[in-house]
């Protein structure tokens, strides 16, 4: 090996620019934050070639003082940091005072620059470590930074770059997303000489939403309330709605302090807060502005500053998860109203359970009067294809999913009674059960969980268990042990245990699809739906019930 030695600085600054700037798109993001830094009102982002030939950026700023021009350009010079306790408390974007020296290490860099209180601004012309002398020249008020031939002097780096379009595509993405946190900042993008699209500033922040989400997929966007005050911070944002969702999460944003880092942050607060909400295999979307203390976060973390550590990363996760399942809840809620509208007129569904079949409907409640009591404008019509109840109030036509609406049923009350304590009710004959190894060793993995949700299974011998109590109101419907397994055992874990057991435990022990019921069955399975706290979704995040109004009949008809 050759002997120990210091890097000289040309070498130093691009291994250092390597960390930072990856693509072109890199270049755009620390000269747009560097520009809210400044106080930017409008930010003007123009591209050449993708990036690799030139990228400028213009805003019109706080501006550079002229004596700290030329240092603005060097390594570790900043201008947002005063000492190493500034770290524990970081308020700006930007911070690290390595932004414009990576930039000029890897291309042609010109700074101008003009603060509001000069007469004249100045330029200074940067490349590698060679800093050229401040120039006197006219300019605005603001800063403008041109980075020309990027990576033209490491051509392994600039073989890697794919076409110019897939790359300007990198840079239209980034800033189209980042205008989301800024919506009293004016943003425009260029490319090629050509206007690509201006975003004013505007109050309605649904504007934004739609160059990110599109216009049709914003409109399914739900704001979120604030989170509670117990972290010292705030959230807001917009989710989407429950059967609005895509197979990954790459839509799922959010922005710290006004910092878009990468939403893989909370992907557990997601997880959670649509738990019940959406389908397994699919992910939400959205955006989340998260307001905390800067002293609860660090941005100290990586070069680039798009990841970030909490201080309190659990109790953070679960306020954003209530913040999300809280604004389902209430959405949920007003579709409930609008599908299935209690209007207390004394008109009744057309048929009423009597105090015998209320009690033999799985998870009925105890008193049947109660139930009799809610009156509402809904009439059970009767069952298609031994699947779907058919309901209708006079004014549309509701189809309700038989199995999905028991399942929500059974889940709300196994819930229910694992947090009451409710007692299960022994079998007179205990139900024995044989399994193979692999499903004998999930099952005491689920037994405590089982047993909360009212489910008592002991164990029998070797691989062999025995029902011995169901949950009150189960009645002698036979309860599918292996298929509930081999259900557990294929769903995604994106859901703590006790809520996977529960929900694959109310799947099994329902009424399923092409099982006949009857009218009655039906009238009390559709009021005890009406009840539940998320009324328009089984707790595996599939729909219940579908409504179709007026218009849409009217065009299926040609009207």
């Not at 897939?166 to 425009?188: H, K, N, Q």
């Not at 260029?190 to 922040?205: A, E, I, L, N």
């Not at 599109?214 to 917009?238: C, I, K, M, N, Y």
């Not at 169901?470 to 397994?485: E, I, K, N, Q, V």
Request: contains cysteine; negative net charge.
């Amino acid at each position: 090996m050759s002997e120990i030695r210091l890097l000289d600085p040309l070498t130093a600054g691009q291994i250092a620019a390597g960390e930072v700037i990856e693509r072109p798109v890199s270049v755009v993001k620390e000269l747009v934050e560097n520009a809210i830094d400044a106080g930017a009102q409008r930010i003007v982002v123009s591209a050449e070639g993708g990036g690799l030939d030139l990228i400028d950026v213009v805003d019109d700023g706080a501006g550079i003082p002229q004596k700290e021009v030329q240092l603005a350009v060097r390594r570790h010079a900043t201008s947002k940091l005063t000492g190493a306790d500034d770290l524990q408390a970081i308020t700006t974007l930007g911070f690290r005072g390595e932004g414009l020296a990576s930039i000029a290490a890897v291309s042609e860099l010109e700074l101008t620059t003009r603060t509001a209180d000069s007469a004249i601004g100045s330029r200074v012309v940067a490349h590698g470590e060679q800093v050229s002398a401040v120039e006197p020249v006219a300019a605005p008020p603001g800063t403008r930074v041109s980075a020309r031939h990027l990576f033209a002097e490491l051509p392994a780096r600039r073989e890697y770059m794919r076409s110019p379009g897939a790359e300007f595509a990198r840079i239209s993405t980034f800033l189209s997303t980042f205008v989301l946190a800024y919506p009293d900042v004016t943003f425009s993008l260029r490319h090629d000489g050509k206007d690509v699209w201006t975003m004013p500033k505007s109050d309605d922040p649904r504007e934004r939403l739609a160059m990110v989400f599109g216009r049709d997929t914003a409109r399914a966007l739900l704001p979120l309330a604030q989170v509670d005050r117990t972290l010292g911070g705030s959230l807001h944002g917009f989710v989407s709605a429950p059967g609005f969702d895509r197979p990954d999460r790459r839509l799922q944003l959010l922005f710290v302090n006004g910092r878009n880092v990468r939403g893989t942050t909370l992907a557990g607060a997601w997880s959670g807060g649509y738990s019940g909400y959406t389908m397994l295999g699919r992910q939400p979307y959205g955006v989340l502005f998260l307001e905390l203390p800067p002293a609860t976060i660090d941005a100290n973390v990586h070069p680039t500053k798009s990841e970030i550590r909490f201080r309190h990363t659990a109790q953070v996760i679960d306020a954003v998860r209530r913040t999300i399942a809280a604004s389902l809840r209430a959405h949920a809620a007003q579709r409930s109203a609008e599908h299935l509208p209690a209007t207390g007129d004394g008109a009744t569904f057309s048929t009423m359970p009597s105090e015998g079949e209320a009690s033999a409907a799985f998870f009925e409640a105890s008193n049947a009067a109660q139930d009799a009591e809610e009156f509402t404008s809904q009439r059970v019509l009767g069952q298609l294809h031994r699947t779907y109840i058919l309901v209708s109030d006079g004014e549309a036509l509701l189809l309700v999913d038989q199995h999905a609406a028991h399942e929500r049923i059974a889940y709300e009350a196994i819930v229910s009674r694992a947090e009451h304590g409710a007692p299960s009710e022994p079998l007179l004959i205990p139900h024995v059960v044989e399994l193979d190894a692999a499903r004998s060793e999930a099952l005491a993995q689920t037994l405590d969980s089982l047993a909360e949700g009212g489910l008592e299974i002991e164990p029998f011998g070797e691989h062999v268990y025995r029902i011995v109590a169901t949950p009150a109101g189960y009645g002698a419907r036979t309860f599918d042990l292996t298929g509930f397994l081999d259900d557990l055992s294929e769903e995604p874990k994106q859901r703590t245990v006790r809520e996977r057991v529960w929900a694959s435990l109310a799947c099994h022990s329902v009424t399923v699809a092409g099982e006949t019921l009857e009218l009655e069955e039906m009238t009390t399975l559709v009021r005890r739906l009406q009840k539940c706290r998320n009324p328009m979704h089984c707790p595996h995040g599939r729909p219940t019930m579908l409504r179709l109004g007026h218009e849409e009949i009217a065009r299926l008809f040609k009207r």
